[in-house]
């Protein structure tokens, strides 16, 4: 299964998991959402026989919109099959359809496909108020996780480092004083209380260290530790912390804080040893893109400019930003054939009906819907061009999204 993930480029996972994290959010008002999973060798015949049977079944369906609401989103399967021929790709193919209109009453029936990384074994028809994505989840599921942790005498912060996002999972104060003023008591005794409160505080954050990243196995790449001073390496000396998680201490680093600003600055001061991580490649990537336009102008910004520049080989690397939620619709008029696309960057709120061709003037049907990243990603490969998706998880992402609408390019040439 290794070797299956190696021929399937970044780009494409990326986009793999940004799709299921769209497809979560809708819910149907009723069962009316169908999921159906094609693998490579499916039987042509039987898939499409079951196509019909349940567009014959569903004539039963009591209510009049769930009944059009799964007999459009049928149709739509369908026809996009006999659009692509029933070419599916390698791994398999799952498509999803149904009405994902968050108003009641209003029809949006839609039509998604997704590119499974792995190989797809399962055959399956489903519908429901949601679509069914367990088996797509799991093939999205991290297969490396970094521990890192900040630690003083006062506080610590505890965080997991997963893909291009950490997440804070415990942050802890130890309510020992700063001062040391033994007040009644002896220095000796006070000294001998304090040193016993840190050991407990040292305690409870290994106990915590242990229970959260033992667990990880094998897939725990590392753990990094910082704060500042010598408290973290007094800390890492002690007998707490699990001898296998011991092992996997890959950076003792000095940060000025230990709370989550300290996690942040121990991300960015850890860019060594996190190189083959998600989250550095993003930093780099659009930090590259960054210096690229200010000191070359090597780069394109902007749908037109940057579909432009594809199209005439110009294009080295391609950004796009998983924010893009625009999609590509492919018309063929009734009246005289044409086949049509156009882009439309609002789909939950467009109305495929009020489309006419511009050449006849006729009504025309939606033959293919295309994810406009998916589509991009048709255009970068004719031409050899590298491509990124770049999240909205880091802070370069969503600088990325909000201040270059989420699509660039860095450029062979003016």
Not at 249 to 255: K, N, R
Not at 314 to 326: A, H, M, R
Not at 369 to 380: G, P, S, T, W
Request: proline letters at 2%.
């Amino acid at each position: 299964m290794k070797e299956s993930l190696q021929e399937v480029t970044e780009a494409e996972i990326a986009q793999f998991k940004k799709k299921l994290k769209l497809l979560k959010k809708f819910k149907g008002k009723h069962t009316e959402l169908i999921s159906l999973y094609i693998p490579e060798n499916a039987d042509r015949s039987n898939i499409m026989g079951q196509i019909n049977e349940e567009l014959s079944q569903s004539s039963n369906i009591k209510s009049p919109t769930t009944r059009k609401n799964v007999q459009g989103a049928l149709r739509k399967i369908s026809n996009f099959l006999k659009t692509i021929d029933f070419k599916i790709p390698k791994f398999g193919m799952v498509v999803f359809s149904g009405n994902v209109s968050e108003i009641e009453g209003r029809e949006n029936i839609q039509l998604f496909t997704v590119r499974p990384p792995k190989e797809l074994k399962t055959k399956l028809y489903w519908c429901d108020s949601e679509f069914h994505l367990a088996p797509l989840l799991e093939m999205a599921e991290p297969q490396e996780f970094y521990g890192i942790a900040t630690i003083d005498k006062n506080e610590s912060t505890i965080a997991l480092l997963a893909g291009k996002k950490y997440e804070i999972l415990g942050h802890f104060t130890s309510g020992i004083s700063g001062k040391h003023q033994a007040g009644g008591q002896s220095a000796h005794r006070f000294e001998r209380l304090h040193e016993e409160a840190v050991h407990e505080f040292y305690k409870r954050i290994a106990e915590k260290l242990n229970m959260t990243f033992v667990q990880y196995g094998d897939k725990l790449k590392g753990l990094i530790v910082g704060g500042p001073g010598i408290t973290k390496n007094y800390f890492l000396n002690t007998e707490l912390m699990d001898y296998r998680l011991k092992k996997k201490v890959i950076g003792v680093i000095d940060t000025s804080y230990t709370d989550e600003s300290g996690i942040r600055e121990l991300v960015q001061k850890s860019e060594d040893l996190l190189k083959d991580t998600d989250i550095i490649k993003e930093q780099h990537v659009i930090s590259n893109f960054l210096s690229e336009t200010v000191k070359t102008g090597l780069t394109a910004y902007g749908q037109k400019e940057v579909e432009d520049a594809l199209a005439m080989g110009k294009v080295s690397s391609l950004l796009l930003s998983e924010g893009l939620e625009w999609m590509v619709y492919k018309f063929q008029c009734n009246g005289c054939n044409t086949i049509e696309e156009i882009l439309v960057k609002d789909p939950l709120n467009f109305n495929e009906k009020t489309f006419r061709c511009k050449k006849c003037g006729s009504e025309a049907e939606v033959v293919e819907e295309i994810d406009y990243i998916d589509f991009m990603l048709e255009k970068a490969q004719k031409t050899s061009t590298e491509v990124k998706i770049v999240s909205v998880e880091t802070n370069e992402g969503e600088q990325f999204l909000k201040g270059f609408g989420g699509i660039g390019a860095i450029l062979r040439y003016k």
